[in-house]
């Protein structure tokens, strides 16, 4: 009976570990790729639990999903001999479900050491190679991101496609400390000169603005200048225009007043004419002598006499009736 409960648990316990080794679980974002007796199955797997034989087949989970691989302390010989090491160079990628099985049996589950970071370190090396310190580690150092991606996604498109490069980061490489201190002296110069050049800027936009203002204060001032002009031009034409009115008037009322009293002198004139007849002139002349209280006698009586009367200076003509006669004077 003992040898029968021994053998029973040992059944029980190899039935136990045989299914403790066949299931399994693959995680949300990989791939299950399965091999038996070393050699990789053409079956994979999604995520969830599976089953497999026990002990004779075995399973790896390749990720499937966005995944950064960091290559670390990649050594660097530039054209001109000196020797750098980037401390960091991160590669974003991932593999696309369909893939895992190709690049799997082609490149082992382990894929990214041979297709990333042997790879990393070629381009790299290339990149370094035929170019000097000074483009490495500055003139050029903002393309090495893109240019290793772009040399990297070319190669994987024919080696192994389905794997795809998302980015890549570089870091700043180490160099020897001397040429470091170089370096940093000739950015400390370079700083200089472009805070002397901006502060050059500075001076010649605020010239360049005292320019502009002065100009601008300049043609405001003719535009005001201009404007006055303008406006004294239109008072004086407004006075002529004024004076031309005026004098138009006067003429006119002038014209009208001298029209008047030369209408009205030829109609005196007229009315003289009509009304001084001989027989007029006749009975006006004895009326003057009726009227005259002086009478003289004589026969040498004067043709004009002047008489000084209370009344003012009085002239006549004396008209004689005859030789001794009397005569009479107004």
Avoid: W
Avoid at 148 to 164: C, E, R, S, V, W
Avoid at 178 to 199: D, G
Avoid at 217 to 235: G, P, T
Wanted: overall charge neutral; aromatic content about 8%.
């Amino acid at each position: 009976m003992a040898q029968v409960g021994a053998i029973a648990s040992l059944a029980v316990a190899l039935v136990a570990a045989a299914l403790f080794s066949a299931v399994h679980k693959i995680e949300e974002g990989h791939t299950g790729v399965y091999y038996r007796g070393g050699a990789l199955l053409t079956s994979t797997s999604g995520p969830g639990f599976h089953l497999m034989l026990p002990f004779i087949t075995s399973f790896k989970s390749v990720q499937t999903t966005l995944q950064t691989d960091e290559v670390k302390n990649v050594p660097c010989g530039t054209g001109g001999g000196v020797m750098i090491y980037f401390d960091r160079i991160e590669v974003v990628n991932f593999l696309i479900p369909s893939a895992v099985y190709d690049i799997v049996r082609n490149f082992t589950a382990d894929y990214d050491k041979l297709l990333i970071f042997n790879k990393v370190h070629h381009e790299l090396n290339q990149f370094c190679s035929v170019h000097t310190l000074q483009e490495v580690y500055i003139q050029l150092f903002d393309r090495i991101d893109e240019d290793l991606k772009l040399a990297l996604q070319q190669d994987l498109t024919i080696m192994a496609p389905g794997l795809i490069i998302q980015a890549v980061r570089v870091t700043k490489p180490n160099i020897p400390e001397s040429i470091r201190r170089n370096y940093e002296l000739m950015e400390s110069e370079k700083t200089k000169l472009l805070i002397a050049a901006q502060t050059q800027k500075v001076v010649e936009k605020e010239a360049e603005t005292e320019r502009k203002r002065a100009v601008i204060e300049a043609e405001k001032l003719a535009q005001v200048a201009e404007i006055k002009f303008a406006q004294q031009v239109m008072e004086k034409q407004t006075e002529r225009k004024i004076s031309e009115i005026e004098d138009s008037a006067y003429l006119a009322k002038e014209k009208a007043r001298a029209d008047a009293e030369f209408y009205t002198a030829l109609r005196t004139a007229d009315a003289n004419r009509m009304k001084l007849t001989p027989a007029y002139l006749q009975l006006m002349k004895y009326k003057a002598i009726s009227a005259n209280s002086k009478i003289y006698f004589g026969s040498e009586i004067p043709r004009m006499y002047v008489d000084s009367a209370p009344g003012g200076l009085r002239t006549a003509a004396v008209d004689g009736t005859g030789e001794g006669g009397p005569q009479s004077h107004s």
